[in-house]
């Protein structure tokens, strides 16, 4: 039985879909609807977890559809923003490969029924990922930059000139946002390897 954090995780999934037919395309009205929208996309990510603790829904399937969808809305918005030349390529392919690789190794630890967070072995690895402050900084980065990108992309349309300020911003959060990407990657792949060495040991 789905439970009802579960159904607001998979909510994401389709508002995610609509968010990109409305920035993509070039009306003024899909593209301020879509800063609100992408408010709310990201503000889902935390309801969700909020509702699973209260209700005591939290379940291994429920942080594996969290993660799933964390990483649809960040790759789809990295690439949609790219192909739209509001950020370097680089930027998508830092996080498609970041997370193919930690979601792989991840993959081993969920067939042991062990969550995400629960395989980081280091201190350093579990401040880096699993820290309150790490996650909540980490988030509030990427949203505040597609927030700002989404918002240079309705000032554009809306014709005016100051959407460059507000697009520098995005920029710079959107380079913190790689950075940060990199650095939280690493624990969860090396971990995964101190964890198989003890193991074959």
Excluded at 124 to 133: F, H, M, Q, T, Y
Aim: aromatic share 8%.
């Amino acid at each position: 039985m789905m439970t009802l954090a579960n159904w607001i995780t998979l909510a994401r999934f389709p508002l995610l879909i609509v968010l990109v037919w409305g920035i993509s395309g070039e009306g003024l009205t899909g593209r301020l609807l879509a800063v609100p929208g992408v408010m709310l996309l990201i503000g889902l990510d935390a309801v969700d977890g909020v509702v699973a603790r209260s209700r005591q829904e939290a379940t291994l399937l429920g942080s594996v559809l969290d993660i799933a969808a964390d990483r649809a809305v960040e790759i789809v918005l990295w690439v949609l923003f790219a192909y739209l030349q509001l950020v370097p390529l680089a930027v998508p392919l830092i996080f498609i490969v970041r997370g193919a690789l930690t979601d792989s190794v991840r993959a081993v630890g969920y067939a042991g029924g062990k969550s995400a967070h629960a395989q980081l072995r280091s201190r350093w690895g579990s401040w880096l990922v699993a820290s309150r402050p790490m996650r909540g900084g980490y988030g509030l980065v990427k949203a505040l930059a597609f927030l700002l990108l989404t918002a240079t992309l309705a000032l554009q349309s809306a014709g005016l000139s100051w959407w460059q300020p507000v697009w520098t911003a995005a920029s710079g959060l959107s380079g913190v946002a790689t950075l940060l990407c990199i650095v939280r990657g690493l624990p969860v792949v090396l971990d995964a390897f101190r964890w198989e060495q003890k193991k074959g040991l």
